[in-house]
């Protein structure tokens, strides 16, 4: 962990001082996502303010530029709906954060087969019937929801070339394939909340987040804010002394 420090700023926020201008402690803290059998990087920003005798204000961002990157690229090896008649695998997948929106886009491989029915409970894979190329967009945001932030996609827009639209209109298979990805993605974001940790040095300040959402970092750059409190304790601030007298910030103990 990473930690720059204005020895004014701690002590006041520590001492329930008002002065805003000297109220600031900041805490860069490397951290991972776990999503089922990996683990993604970020990084998340933390910023305690005084804001009351009894209360420091947590200002919390999570910067996931490097998931950014790392996505597109697993996601290109593996089919997001892949059952018996169809498979669906995402293509040149790229989400870019503006302001607080985050918007997605793709190409979309859907291959139709045919599937037989071998038992009253199974069914096998016959030959492929066809392949289409679609073009995705959808736009995400950002739930809060008991500490934790939820990426949920607002909605998703499937466009097919104009040679194969007509047919795909008339059997409804963008619409069928659109609710498929809609629940095979919710399944996934809903597994993978991003809840942040602080290490155990700092597990005692426990922030309570009421606000979250989508934050552009730099050019297009994919962030979440988290918005809270901490409840000042003695034992609270005596954890902040002790992180910072062992990293020799402060003056050790007399």
Known sequence: MRLWFLIPALMAAALGARDANAQQ???DIDATLPVRDTELPYTLDLNLTAAAPTRIGVGALLDLREIQKIVPERMADNAIVDNCGLQVRLDDLSFQAQDETIGLDGGVTITIFECSRTSERDFQRGEQKRAILANMSTQATVDLRNNCAY????DLTLTAPEAQREQLLEDDTL????????????LVLNETPLCPELPAELASLDPVYENGGPKEIGDGGLGVFL????DVSPSTILDILTVLQQRKLIPGPP
């Not at 619409?175 to 919710?186: C, H, I, Q, T």
């Open 25 to 27: 402690v900041h805490f």
């Open 151 to 154: 990426f949920k996609l607002v």
């Open 175 to 186: 619409d069928s394939v659109k609710e498929l990805m809609l629940a095979a993605v919710d």
């Open 227 to 230: 918005d809270g409190s901490v």
